[in-house]
């Protein structure tokens, strides 16, 4: 079965500083996709990263890293240089396709990040 | 290009009433799925539509249905509410066919509370 586990209910960093957020993941299928998203309070997701089962690097897209163990099956998200703004709910996406022909994207239960000034 | 709407934003309903929420995708976007999110139970995924046909459905009564139109745009409708319905409904549109790599750009959500 599809499995996403966060295991940091809350992180705290200091602003400037980079900050790890720990995603491991449980799947059969060889394809999958992992993603991030951000949740600021006002409830829209945002998407920050993917990360393809297949790529051979780890995927980048400006502050933001995915630091991508295909052994050990996890995807942490890299922020570097925390800004205020980063302070938000993160959380990680595995999407994978099914038998009958569709999609799944299931949801981690999320990170609260809180950046310090 | 206009993100994906969700309407309304918040509700408030009874116990025992129904509701319909709706969704427009990003133009050009053909695929629309539905997620609940509360802070117990965290995001969970009830619906997946595309081209109008329901493609994937995740662990909800059958209280919980969806419909897509041919313009894509979507609606979901919870009937007999139940106090534990209270959440936030989010929808995301995602491009083409859905693949493994397709990202989805989610709405912000209709915040539903049954009193």
């Known amino acids: 079965a599809q499995k996403i586990t966060q295991t940091q209910p809350g992180m705290f960093v200091q602003e400037k500083e980079a900050v790890t957020l720990d995603c491991t993941y449980d799947?059969?299928?060889?394809?999958?996709?992992l993603f991030w998203y951000k949740q600021p309070s006002s409830g829209e997701m945002i998407f920050l990263i993917y990360?393809?089962?297949?790529?051979?690097q780890n995927a980048t897209e400006g502050r933001y890293s995915l630091n991508f163990q295909k052994a050990r099956k996890s995807a942490n998200l890299v922020i570097s240089a925390s800004q205020l703004g980063d302070s938000a709910m993160y959380f990680c996406?595995?999407?994978?396709?099914?038998?009958?022909?569709?999609?799944?994207?299931?949801f981690g239960a999320g990170t609260r990040l809180f950046v310090k000034a | 290009k206009a993100g994906v709407t969700q309407t309304p934003r918040y509700l408030i309903k009874t116990r025992g009433q129904q509701v319909t929420l709706s969704c427009s995708p990003i133009?050009?976007?053909?695929?629309v799925s539905w997620y609940q999110q509360t802070p117990g139970q965290g995001l969970q995924f009830l619906f997946e539509?595309?081209?109008?046909?329901?493609?994937n459905k995740g662990n909800f009564p059958g209280r919980f249905s969806g419909r897509q139109f041919s313009n894509s745009r979507s609606e979901m409708n919870v009937s007999t509410l139940e106090l534990g319905d209270s959440a936030l409904y989010l929808c995301?549109?995602?491009?083409?066919?859905?693949?493994?790599?397709?990202?989805?750009?989610f709405g912000q959500g209709t915040r539903l509370t049954v009193v």
């Open positions: 995301a549109s995602s491009p083409g066919g859905g693949g493994v790599n397709t990202e989805a750009f």
């Open positions: 799947t059969s299928d060889p394809s999958y996709g």
């Open positions: 990360q393809g089962s297949y790529d051979q």
């Open positions: 996406a595995m999407r994978e396709g099914l038998r009958t022909g569709g999609f799944k994207t299931i």
């Open positions: 133009s050009g976007h053909r695929s």
């Open positions: 539509y595309f081209s109008e046909t329901q493609r």
